[in-house]
């Protein structure tokens, strides 16, 4: 049973930094793409960023510049590095990882989720 769960949330101040954690356990790491999605109140889930199993990354345009995917296979772990903190950033941000060993923008396509942390961004 592979289980994602996700740290880091928080309130910050509109320029500011914060960064999420999403340590996996079960399944096989190393092989899978991980990615970030986030959710606004009354709005879709939408793509942030992924990396995959060979360090390849791709973002979403409103965050590229600003935030940044890595992995660390050794502690099963993947981060989002998020600066320059704008209100619109405010969401629920969610960690999925995706057994397909290639760049995937697409939820649907995600095997498995975690819970979810807020990000709030104040003006």
């Known amino acids: 049973q592979v289980q994602l769960v996700e740290s880091g949330g928080g309130l910050v101040q509109a320029g500011g930094s914060l960064s999420l954690s999403c340590a996996v356990s079960g399944g096989t790491f190393s092989m899978y793409t991980m990615g970030w999605f986030r959710q606004a109140p009354g709005k879709e889930r939408e793509f942030v960023g992924a990396?995959?199993?060979?360090?390849?990354?791709d973002y979403r345009d409103s965050v590229k510049g600003r935030f940044t995917i890595s992995r660390d296979n050794a502690k099963n772990t993947v981060y989002l590095q998020m600066n320059s903190l704008k209100p619109e950033d405010t969401a629920v941000y969610y960690c999925?990882?995706?057994?397909?060993?290639?760049?995937?923008?697409?939820?649907?396509?995600?095997?498995?989720w975690g819970q979810g942390t807020l990000v709030t961004v104040s003006p």
């Open positions: 990396v995959s199993w060979d360090l390849r990354t």
């Open positions: 999925a990882a995706c057994r397909i060993r290639e760049m995937v923008v697409i939820a649907g396509e995600y095997d498995y």
